[in-house]
């Protein structure tokens, strides 16, 4: 009997790292399935919840943008982490964006939908694809934006935006509080 205890407990010991890595990856592939995206340009977090909205760079083999070169979706951080697609409402007027035709080198334009004025330039740089913008009137690759709104009638109304980016010209830090009016 005592050997067979043994035995049951050697074998458990052993399946246990096995099943987390299985369940680590399964976790991995599940997160980065739909769209086959690439590495995040940015993300949009919000304070009524922890969820995020992430925006992911589409290149091709050649390492080109590819024709739909970025996808919007939720990562539900208030549910486990898991992947969600943007609702067609969410695209359409509060998350969505439109990427413009090729420029000079392959780079695009991109323009969110709820924020129109301000134009993000897919460009390549250090051998990755970055989103870059003004920040606080600085060229910066932007890297998440938190809005602050306020919940009420029909849609939320935004009270401001922060945008948080990395300056052009040697990477640090840059910020800009903008008051939606």
């Known amino acids: 009997m005592k050997r067979k205890t043994r035995l049951v407990r050697r074998l458990l010991v052993a399946a ?19 769209g086959d995206s690439g590495p995040t340009l940015f993300i949009i977090q919000r304070n009524k919840n922890a969820n995020e909205v992430h925006y992911d ?12 070169p ?18 067609f409402p969410e695209r359409k007027w509060a998350y969505g964006f439109e990427v413009l035709p090729p420029g000079p080198g392959g780079e695009r334009e991109m323009k969110l939908v709820a924020w129109e004025d301000r134009t993000i330039r897919l460009t390549k740089t ?29 849609t939320p109304k935004v009270l401001w935006v922060d945008l948080f980016g990395e300056a ?7 910020k800009e509080h903008v008051v939606k009016k």
Request: proline letters at 4%; hydrophobic letters at 45%; charged letters at 25%.
């Open 16 to 34: 246990v790292p096995l099943v987390l890595a299985v369940l680590a990856l399964a976790y991995l592939l599940l997160r980065s399935a739909p």
């Open 57 to 68: 760079v589409r290149v091709g083999p050649d390492g080109a943008l590819a024709g739909d």
């Open 70 to 87: 970025v996808v919007a979706y939720w990562i539900m951080k208030t549910e486990g982490g898991r992947r969600e697609e943007l609702t």
């Open 126 to 154: 250090g051998g990755r694809w970055r989103a870059l913008t003004k920040i606080d009137g600085k060229d910066a690759y932007l890297t998440r934006l938190f809005i602050q709104s306020e919940e009420g009638g029909a």
């Open 168 to 174: 052009v010209d040697g990477g640090k830090e840059v």
